[in-house]
């Protein structure tokens, strides 16, 4: 009787009715985020020059008629401000600096996203913020400053350089490289292991009546919430949470995992929490890239009945190679850059599964340099810019949500998928001027 009650107290979205509710709450929830980042904008003062205390979270050059200048992302307050500064500048990313000058006018909209700011001048301050004694405990296990950057942004969310990025994108595993549900599934079976070998005895001795998976359950949850925190809310690893925590809950109340009403939901709820998330690319990259895989999963499973090796290696590198090729026309509305060698990026994806956690002890015994020499090897990859059109890309996305319903629709999204890598090979090959080393 009390598990009938769990589950149908859990299955909230079983009738219209209770469709109704869920989505009047969470709407009620957006409405008053909404009107908390509202209150903020009305702080902002477009009419004379002001001070932000700011911390700088992305710093690059850019050149514009043959003079070079360096473009600031500054986050203050909760909101998001590009700056361009024109003297040379050393490596100040994610140090805190006093602005002085002048927010150019942005509408609401525009100010979820980011707005401009015009810097008369700024100066330095020592204010830290909580993850600078984890940069530099990593970047002192390493000699190059790259390889320091890439476990950064693989432990603790930093943000790539632009070197490392092109590289990344020529070798197409951003999201590798972006903290996302990949990473939580590998920290969470992990911590999940690591917690068994001390609970699981516990257990059986004191408490045998106790059900160990949803204790343990409970304790990796806690453990990557404080993981999240550290992350602050980094918009991608946020959404695999609230999917993975609502898929424990699912499964503890005996409903079915693989749902795209759970996807739904949990993309729903982390919009209404945070209302910026419609504006970042990394959130829906992230949500796609699930999305595939459910359609994988939910198109596929009559054909990998069997549980041999073989079959399920099949499987497992046809998801990849499949999840890779659906995502090339979104990725390419956004990051246009192109080469046949990020076909490599589906076996690294599998190496990756166990270099990540390798790579998380190697760093906890103070042996992370081990692997520097493989990943300072030179690497430079031809690459070119195609960009998906407008057209094209509300096509694919369209199939994409169709497929969800009709196997043939999937087939047809795949087809264009493939089609569109063909595509861009195909201009590799017959616009070799246009490759960029």
């Known amino acids: 009787m009390k598990d009938k009650t769990f589950q149908g107290a859990f299955e909230l979205l079983a009738t219209p009715k209770e469709y109704l509710l869920?989505?009047?709450?969470?709407?009620?929830?957006?409405?008053?985020n909404l009107y908390l980042e509202y209150l903020n904008y009305q702080k902002l003062d477009f009419s004379k020059p002001t001070s932000l205390n700011a911390q700088i979270l992305l710093q690059y050059p850019k050149t514009k008629d043959q003079k070079t200048y360096f473009v600031l992302k500054i986050q203050s307050k909760g909101m998001i401000f590009y700056a361009t500064i024109k003297e040379p500048l050393k490596n100040l990313q994610y140090r805190y600096a006093q602005f002085f000058g002048k927010i150019k006018p942005c509408s609401f909209l525009e100010s979820l996203k980011s707005c401009f700011f015009q810097t008369y001048s700024f100066s330095l301050t020592r204010k830290q913020d909580f993850k600078s004694h984890w940069r530099r405990f990593i970047d002192?296990?390493?000699?190059?400053?790259?390889?320091?950057?890439l476990y950064r942004a693989l432990f603790i969310g930093?943000?790539?350089?632009?070197?490392?990025?092109?590289?990344?994108?020529?070798?197409?595993?951003?999201h590798l490289l972006a903290i996302s549900g990949f990473h939580l599934g590998i920290l969470s079976a992990g911590v999940y292991f690591l917690f068994s070998l001390f609970y699981t005895p516990l257990q059986k001795r004191y408490f045998p009546y106790r059900n160990a998976f949803y204790d343990i359950g409970v304790l990796v949850w806690v453990f990557l919430l404080g993981y999240l925190l550290l992350l602050d809310f980094l918009p991608s690893f946020f959404r695999a949470f609230l999917m993975g925590l609502l898929g424990f809950l699912a499964c503890f109340f005996g409903v079915r995992l693989l749902s795209f009403k759970l996807l739904i939901l949990a993309c729903c709820i982390a919009i209404a929490l945070l209302p910026k998330l419609l504006f970042s690319v990394g959130f829906l990259l992230s949500v796609c890239g699930v999305w595939y895989i459910f359609l994988f999963l939910k198109h596929t499973q009559a054909f990998f009945k069997t549980s041999s090796f073989l079959v399920r290696s099949?499987?497992?590198?046809?998801?990849?190679?499949?999840?890779?090729?659906?995502m090339l026309i979104i990725a390419h509305a956004f990051f246009p850059m192109f080469s046949p060698y990020q076909l490599f990026s589906i076996p690294l994806g599998l190496i990756f599964i166990v270099f990540f956690p390798l790579s998380l002890i190697l760093h906890a015994v103070g042996l992370g340099s081990l692997l520097?020499?493989?990943?300072?090897?030179?690497?430079?990859?031809?690459?070119?810019?195609?960009?998906?059109?407008?057209?094209?890309?509300?096509?694919?996305?369209?199939?994409?949500i169709l497929s969800a319903r009709f196997f043939k629709v999937y087939l047809s999204m795949n087809?264009?998928?493939?089609?569109?890598?063909?595509?861009?090979?195909?201009?590799?090959?017959?616009m070799p001027s246009l490759i960029v080393g």
Not at 140 to 149: E, K, R, T, Y
Not at 315 to 326: E, P
């Open 140 to 149: 002192s296990a390493h000699s190059s400053a790259l390889v320091g950057n």
């Open 158 to 174: 930093d943000s790539l350089n632009k070197d490392l990025r092109d590289r990344a994108n020529a070798l197409g595993i951003n």
């Open 314 to 326: 099949f499987q497992v590198i046809s998801l990849s190679t499949l999840v890779f090729l659906n």
């Open 415 to 430: 087809v264009l998928s493939v089609g569109f890598f063909l595509y861009c090979c195909y201009q590799y090959i017959i």
């Open 22 to 32: 869920c989505g009047v709450i969470l709407s009620l929830l957006l409405i008053l």
């Open 372 to 400: 520097d020499g493989i990943l300072n090897m030179p690497l430079m990859i031809p690459t070119i810019f195609v960009s998906s059109p407008l057209w094209l890309l509300v096509v694919h996305l369209f199939l994409t």
